[in-house]
């Protein structure tokens, strides 16, 4: 299934949330995202549920980043 | 699989954490008078009744006050959790807290047996209830790793300080209760190194990448460094030898400058070099973390041939130096989120029909830049003048500091107050 990717690192907040959100909105039907993060955004997952899009949360230790992937209906 | 355990219903209400946030400058206005109007001595030793006073309107009224507010915000962002019933905990938390403080405030002031009873059965149960409820809500399901083991320690070093308090101010109140002055030690260690150093390591790990565009810190630091420091402050409180708990408390020491020494460099590093005022609170916070770390050095080398100006000087450069600048560089930055979070929420959840014109606060200018780096100036101008009275014993520094420490914790609040008012005008219509 076609991602698109977002790297939010750096980014200060809420530029990491507002990015997201703004990149969901362009999204077209069946598309994922997939962004890369320093931290675990806790506040974005009730923003999503409320918005009916799905998430997935993975931890690459290796270099330490955030890597969540965002999608609609089934996966 | 990690699915939000929060919903947005669960995030606190916007007076939550602002109810503590605008009693923080109040705070600091008491402290400033209190030195204003009993002049530099009390600036002399750690000992005098004024000089306490002073102290727990910092370390209650101004440093607990913001953290326990913070903290009740901070559960369910930075952890995935919330405080049980946050909304009337926070309530009756913040009540108590704010008539504890000015008990005990008063109780030093005029030294009155029963404003110590009175301030203690205020204070103890209600530093102990948030303890718990912390505790209770880091239990259920917390995330976010170090920070989340630094908050569970942090407010267990809490309730140490709260109990050792307790004790403390019964000896003050009640003639069958021996006053312990060996306690004191014990009960000014865990407050500043258990719950305030502890405590602000395990944010500051989360906040200044998050909100100063730093690189994050080693994870080595952000993972070892709480439960090390309370290790050590553990071993330095019990430990049968003395070379030992010296050595602990040495060591402690140490690991505070090299905490320091990492911080200021991370904030060299900003991927976003505009001029940001809260930075600078914080490398003064940390400059001054630095130099309190010295000067504890020095007296332990020294042993007990160390004047006691220096216990002082190092104790104003950790409160009012380290913990006062950080906390307050900390709120410039939460209160402005918290606005533009509030205000924004029908967008975030979507609510909102495309085409629709919202209002949208710019968060850099929540509250004006320029009177947020005149307040800096004035806390900085104060600090200078309170540190040089205690070096020199020279009361009219302190007099001039107080008057300074006045006016930065007037414009602290006024800047405070603008955001609330921001807020407000917005809140009816979204």
């Known amino acids: 299934m076609a991602a698109r990717r977002l790297d939010v690192r750096g980014l200060e907040a809420p530029e990491p949330l507002e990015r997201i959100l703004a990149e969901l909105e362009l999204m077209e039907a069946g598309e994922q995202l997939e962004v890369t993060h320093w931290r675990e955004p806790l506040l974005l997952y009730p923003i999503l549920d409320a918005r009916g899009w799905r998430h997935r949360t993975r931890h690459d230790e290796a270099d330490d980043t955030w890597l969540i992937r965002i999608w609609k209906g089934a996966e | 699989m990690n699915l939000g355990a929060l919903s947005l219903e669960d995030a606190p209400g916007f007076r939550v954490p602002l109810q503590f ?103 103890v149960p209600v530093l102990l209830l948030f303890a ?39 000896g003050h109140a009640l003639p069958a209760v021996p006053l312990q002055r060996a306690l004191t030690d014990y009960h ?17 790990t989360q906040v200044i990448p998050m909100f100063l565009t730093t690189p994050p810190y080693p994870k080595t630091l952000e993972r070892w460094l709480p439960p090390l420091l309370v290790v050590l402050l553990l071993t330095g409180s019990v430990a049968p030898l003395d070379a030992l708990r010296q050595g602990a408390l040495l060591a402690l020491t140490v690991l505070a400058a090299v905490y320091a020494l990492v911080s ?30 010295g000067l504890e050095g020095y007296a332990y080398v020294r042993g007990g041939s160390a004047g006691p100006e220096l216990a002082v000087l190092a ?31 029908p967008v975030l959840k979507g ?32 600090l200078v003048l309170l540190l040089a009275a205690v070096a020199a014993t020279n009361g009219r520094w302190a007099q001039a500091g107080a008057v300074l420490l006045l006016a930065s914790n007037g414009l602290l609040l006024f800047n405070l107050g603008a955001a609330v008012r921001l807020y407000a005008r917005h809140a009816g219509s979204v």
């Open chain 2, 21 to 123: 946030f605008l009693t923080v400058p109040a705070f600091g206005i008491l402290a400033a008078t209190l030195i204003l109007f009993d002049g530099g001595l009390l600036l002399q030793s750690r000992w005098l009744p004024a000089t306490l006073a002073v102290t727990h309107a910092f370390t209650l009224g101004y440093i607990a006050m913001a953290m326990l507010g913070a903290l009740f915000q901070m559960l369910p962002v930075v952890m995935g959790t919330s405080f049980p019933r946050t909304e009337p905990a926070a309530r009756l938390v913040h009540g108590l807290l704010t008539a504890g403080t000015l008990c005990l405030v008063a109780a030093f002031e005029w030294r009155q047996a029963m404003l110590f009873l009175i301030a203690a059965m205020l204070l």
């Open chain 2, 132 to 170: 718990a409820g912390t505790l209770i809500a880091l239990r259920q399901g917390a995330k976010g790793g170090g920070p989340a083991r630094a908050v569970r320690l942090a407010v267990m070093a809490l309730a140490v300080t709260a109990g050792l308090g307790g004790w403390l101010a019964a």
């Open chain 2, 188 to 204: 000014a260690g865990w407050g500043l190194a258990g719950w305030i150093l502890v405590l602000v390591v395990g944010i500051s």
């Open chain 2, 264 to 293: 200021l460099h991370l904030l060299q590093r900003r991927r976003r070099k505009r001029f940001d005022v809260t930075v600078w609170f914080w490398r003064l916070g940390m400059a001054c973390l630095l130099a309190a770390a």
């Open chain 2, 315 to 345: 104790g104003l450069l950790f409160l009012a130096g380290f913990a006062v600048s950080v906390i307050n560089g900390m709120l410039y930055k939460i209160v402005p989120f918290l606005v533009w979070l509030h205000l924004r929420m």
């Open chain 2, 351 to 382: 609510l909102v029909p495309p085409g629709t014109r919202l209002y949208t606060p710019n968060i850099h200018e929540v509250i004006a830049p320029q009177r947020m780096k005149w307040q800096f100036l004035l806390h900085a101008a104060a």
